[in-house]
């Protein structure tokens, strides 16, 4: 069965870091690319940072470049979004999400662009 499963989100402090995890099963990291999204509250869904399987080039959304780091482990076939500087704003849903077609170049992450979707995990950033 193909599937991401996402974890690592909580309540943090402004500054504060979190790591989320995002497990992918049923293919390998490999083949497919990966992208993170998150979605306030009475917000449009955003792409955050996305990673070609080919070469491990990465994509980061301005809001987050400096602050934010996508990478991943073919081995445990999981992809890992590392949240520094955390602040308020980025309080959201996030959620990992696989690309629809096999060694798709990804740039700025488009939902429509991907087909397979985790179930979410929830960020929280206030003190």
Do not use: H
Not at 44 to 65: A, C, F, I, M, Q
Not at 70 to 78: L, Q, V
Not at 79 to 90: A, W
């Amino acid at each position: 069965q193909v599937q991401l499963v996402e974890s690592g989100g909580g309540l943090v402090q402004p500054g504060g870091s979190l790591r989320l995890s995002c497990i992918a099963s049923g293919f390998s990291l490999e083949n497919y690319g990966v992208g993170w999204f998150r979605q306030a509250p009475g917000k449009e869904r955003e792409g955050v940072s996305s990673l070609n399987n080919k070469d491990g080039t990465t994509y980061y959304t301005d809001s987050v470049k400096g602050r934010f780091t996508m990478s991943r482990d073919i081995a445990r076939n999981t992809v890992y979004l590392q949240m520094n500087s955390l602040k308020p704003e980025d309080t959201a849903i996030y959620f990992c999400a696989r690309t629809v077609n096999r060694d798709a170049r990804i740039g700025a992450p488009r939902a429509r662009d991907f087909g397979i979707w985790g179930q979410g995990t929830q960020v929280t950033v206030s003190s």
